[in-house]
């Protein structure tokens, strides 16, 4: 019996393959002529219908492409389907949810190819106007491994109704001026906050998006931190990070210990706010009201800075296209992101499907987005934001290079551990050592 299953699989597979071999000629093309594209889509129900509704449209137009769209797999992560299908050569033409340090993985394993290289990309790049947007997206070989889909300029919200009681009609832009609304704070509220985060003294890699590169890349004008395998940071920038939040500590203004909803109860009248916030403070929060009880701001910089077109930590993701996929496969892709971003249509229809901002440089500006802005003036601020939000690192060991400024920095600077100036050149050390490996 054993032995009549098995030769009953084995046959099963020939049969499979030798179907597939009839339909296939190899290039990507099969017997009719019909180039088939396999996408795989975020594993977000709304973003799959998204996609499923652009295949549909974009073959109408192109009767010889077939678009496939599929979701991810999470088990047990994205990340890891990705990297299985890869290495089990069953990875799809095209994917998003890509962000830029998981794309310098796989830039580095060779399993992207450089949308640059493909007839087309200059033309998309224009088309959707995303020239300066796509400029911070550039890797260490100077080529471009993913197309931006969505770029979610990190901003900081404010307790704007505390800040009218302490004297203030607006977000404080400087180190300096937070610090004086930290003073005023707590002389008046003793047990309330300015940043109340029990983040801020968790090493977890990722948490650094969210208050460290937020702050650096608004101190240092956009700077790269590291570019491939060399640690390009700015000293002067890095160090008055750290300084100001060790001054927030020092006036008691920081609560690192985890609480139950800070913000939203005043307990903190200051964090980071991503666009996504707005929909699930629509269900639990309802009371929360922009620029009634908060307002939003770019990051504070350094004293003597401009506190004009600041930058800010932009969390983002994209669609790549893998080494495997054939000449006219690759072509396929191209021409399928051409039909998608050349209509800013499509991507109103993505704003209003998922609320997470299109990497345009006109997103604030061009009038097809106004109805939707004027609907959302919450989202306005972030729309703004977007040609001078700045992605994540475009190394593959993001995940060991963030967790050394958090173990080394950040950490023990918010608990008073370590001195600002010691705590960066201990990370700017490991870092540096951990490049070398």
Same mark, same amino acid.
């Given at each position: 019996?054993?032995?009549?299953?098995?030769?009953?699989?084995?046959?099963?597979?020939?049969?499979?393959?030798?179907?597939?071999?009839?339909?296939?000629?190899?290039?990507?093309?099969?017997?009719?002529?019909?180039?088939? $594209?396999?996408?795989?889509?975020?594993?977000?129900?709304?973003?799959?219908?998204?996609?499923?509704?652009?295949?549909?449209?974009?073959?109408?137009?192109?009767?010889?492409?077939?678009?496939?769209?599929?979701?991810?797999?999470?088990?047990?992560?994205?990340?890891? #389907?990705?990297?299985?299908?890869?290495?089990?050569?069953?990875?799809?033409?095209? #994917?998003?949810? &890509?962000?830029?340090?998981?794309?310098?993985?796989?830039?580095?394993?060779?399993?992207?190819?450089?949308?640059?290289?493909?007839?087309?990309?200059?033309?998309? &790049?224009?088309?959707?106007?995303?020239?300066?947007?796509?400029?911070?997206?550039?890797?260490?070989?100077?080529?471009?491994?993913?197309?931006?889909?969505?770029?979610?300029?990190?901003?900081?919200?404010?307790? $704007?109704?505390?800040?009218?009681?302490?004297? *203030?009609?607006?977000?404080?832009?400087?180190?300096?001026?937070?610090?004086?609304?930290?003073?005023?704070?707590?002389? +008046?509220?003793?047990?309330?906050?300015?940043?109340?985060?029990?983040?801020?003294?968790?090493?977890?890699?990722?948490?650094?998006?969210?208050?460290?590169?937020?702050?650096?890349?608004?101190?240092?004008?956009?700077?790269? !931190? &590291?570019?491939?395998?060399?640690?390009?940071?700015?000293?002067?920038?890095?160090?008055?990070?750290?300084?100001?939040?060790?001054?927030?500590? +020092?006036?008691?203004?920081?609560?690192?210990?985890?609480?139950?909803?800070?913000?939203?109860?005043?307990?903190?009248?200051?964090?980071?706010?991503?666009?996504?916030?707005?929909? *699930?403070?629509?269900?639990?929060?309802?009371?929360?009201?922009?620029? +009634?009880? !908060?307002?939003?701001?770019?990051?504070?910089?350094?004293?003597?800075?401009?506190?004009?077109?600041?930058?800010?930590?932009?969390?983002?993701?994209?669609?790549?296209?893998?080494?495997?996929?054939?000449?006219?496969?690759?072509?396929?892709?191209?021409?399928?992101?051409?039909?998608?971003?050349?209509?800013?249509?499509?991507?109103?229809?993505?704003?209003?499907?998922?609320?997470?901002?299109?990497?345009?440089?006109?997103?604030?500006?061009?009038?097809? !987005?106004?109805?939707?802005?004027?609907?959302?003036?919450?989202?306005?601020?972030?729309?703004?934001?977007?040609?001078?939000?700045?992605?994540? &690192?475009?190394?593959?060991?993001?995940?060991?290079?963030?967790?050394? $400024?958090?173990?080394?920095?950040?950490?023990?600077?918010?608990?008073?551990?370590?001195?600002?100036?010691?705590?960066?050149?201990?990370?700017?050390?490991? $870092?540096?050592?951990?490049?070398?490996?």
């Amino acid at each position: 019996m054993k032995f009549k299953k098995t030769a009953s699989l084995i046959l099963t597979a020939l049969l499979a393959a030798s179907a597939l071999a009839g339909c296939s000629k190899g290039d990507g093309k099969s017997a009719d002529g019909k180039t088939t $594209i396999e996408f795989w889509a975020a594993p977000n129900p709304t973003q799959q219908v998204y996609w499923k509704e652009m295949a549909k449209e974009f073959e109408k137009k192109n009767p010889k492409i077939d678009v496939k769209v599929s979701p991810i797999k999470e088990s047990p992560t994205s990340e890891a #389907s990705i990297q299985s299908a890869i290495a089990g050569k069953s990875a799809p033409t095209m #994917s998003e949810n &890509i962000n830029r340090g998981f794309a310098a993985q796989l830039a580095e394993s060779k399993a992207l190819v450089p949308l640059n290289e493909i007839e087309g990309w200059d033309k998309l &790049i224009k088309k959707r106007n995303m020239t300066d947007t796509i400029k911070t997206w550039k890797f260490s070989d100077d080529n471009q491994y993913v197309m931006p889909i969505y770029s979610n300029p990190m901003l900081f919200g404010w307790r $704007i109704d505390v800040l009218k009681e302490l004297g *203030y009609n607006e977000p404080p832009k400087t180190y300096s001026e937070v610090i004086d609304v930290t003073k005023k704070l707590k002389a +008046k509220y003793p047990d309330k906050y300015l940043w109340a985060k029990g983040d801020l003294a968790d090493p977890t890699a990722w948490k650094r998006w969210f208050d460290f590169f937020m702050l650096y890349d608004a101190a240092s004008n956009g700077n790269n !931190f &590291i570019e491939g395998d060399k640690f390009v940071a700015k000293d002067k920038a890095g160090e008055e990070v750290l300084k100001f939040m060790d001054d927030l500590r +020092k006036e008691d203004g920081l609560l690192t210990k985890q609480a139950t909803d800070p913000f939203e109860s005043a307990l903190g009248i200051f964090t980071d706010l991503g666009p996504w916030t707005f929909s *699930y403070w629509e269900e639990k929060f309802p009371e929360m009201k922009y620029n +009634k009880n !908060f307002a939003l701001s770019l990051p504070p910089v350094p004293d003597g800075q401009s506190t004009k077109n600041v930058n800010t930590f932009a969390d983002t993701k994209g669609i790549v296209v893998y080494a495997s996929a054939t000449e006219d496969e690759r072509k396929a892709a191209m021409k399928f992101m051409n039909f998608v971003y050349s209509n800013p249509e499509n991507d109103l229809k993505w704003l209003e499907t998922t609320k997470l901002p299109p990497a345009r440089d006109d997103l604030s500006s061009n009038e097809s !987005f106004k109805a939707f802005f004027d609907k959302n003036p919450e989202l306005k601020p972030y729309a703004e934001a977007v040609p001078n939000a700045i992605p994540a &690192i475009d190394n593959a060991k993001f995940n060991e290079l963030q967790t050394h $400024i958090g173990r080394l920095a950040v950490n023990p600077v918010v608990k008073g551990e370590v001195d600002p100036e010691k705590g960066w050149k201990e990370m700017k050390k490991a $870092i540096k050592e951990e490049l070398k490996k």
